[in-house]
């Protein structure tokens, strides 16, 4: 595989539909959904890949049912539990970023030591995005910039950058979204201006090492241009 991008971003999308289709309960869609993010992180932290960020669970996910959450909660402290000492095994490094004060204290508290525990690993970084909503992230941005008492004429884009919960990491070169959806869902309005899109109909819980590396393999084959036309490209 030629070539590599150095950021992947994913929405994480099908576990429900996943679990619908085999007439199981939305949990057990949820559940296997770990496990494909599992071996995403494996498949990444394999082939060099330096940064994946994931999205797992929005500012709207608190709307599902009750028992959907406290389900998903618990999957998340399970999976914590389970996971951490493997990613340090594999040198990968995490990072929980969104409005983390939502989430009990006890699972703070857990979000906390293991980023701790990972803190000075040196591969790759995983950015697992909970409490999350692009709009919101912004928000939190600009009210960091205000507090600094930047003034308007002054500011630049690198002021927001640099407040994102992504600041000091490259922008996503790869979106990926599963299950057909053709929207971004409030996921990374600002960091995602020059990604490249790849959606397939694969749903979460089956996307597995081939279809990441397919998905890489379909971005190898795209030209990047950040605005230039092909010919300019091609002069330089």
């Not at 990972?118 to 941005?141: P, S």
């Not at 109909?201 to 379909?218: G, K, Q, S, T, Y």
């Amino acid at each position: 595989m030629k070539k590599i991008p150095d950021h992947i971003a994913v929405i994480m999308d099908g576990n429900g539909r996943w679990a619908r289709q085999r007439g199981m309960p939305r949990i057990e869609g949820h559940r296997r959904g770990a496990a494909s993010l599992k071996e995403a992180v494996k498949t990444c932290a394999e082939i060099g890949v330096k940064y994946l960020t994931v999205y797992a669970f929005s500012t709207e996910n608190w709307n599902r049912p009750d028992a959907e959450v406290s389900f998903l909660m618990t999957l998340f402290s399970q999976t914590i539990d389970r996971e951490v000492e493997e990613l340090n095994k594999n040198n990968v490094r995490l990072n929980f970023l969104g409005q983390l004060d939502r989430f009990s204290p006890d699972l703070q508290k857990k979000m906390k030591a293991s980023m701790e525990k990972l803190a000075k690993n040196t591969g790759l970084t995983l950015n697992v995005m909970v409490n999350y909503g692009g709009r919101a992230e912004l928000v939190d941005a600009v009210k960091k910039i205000v507090a600094r008492g930047v003034e308007a004429k002054g500011l630049r884009e690198e002021d927001i950058s640099e407040n994102l919960y992504t600041a000091g990491m490259p922008d996503p070169d790869l979106l990926v979204r599963t299950a057909s959806e053709m929207r971004v869902s409030n996921f990374l309005l600002w960091q995602i201006a020059y990604a490249e899109i790849y959606v397939t109909d694969v749903l979460w819980p089956d996307f597995r090492r081939e279809a990441m590396l397919d998905a890489i393999e379909a971005y190898g084959k795209r030209e990047r241009k950040f605005g230039k036309t092909s010919e300019q490209l091609n002069d330089t």
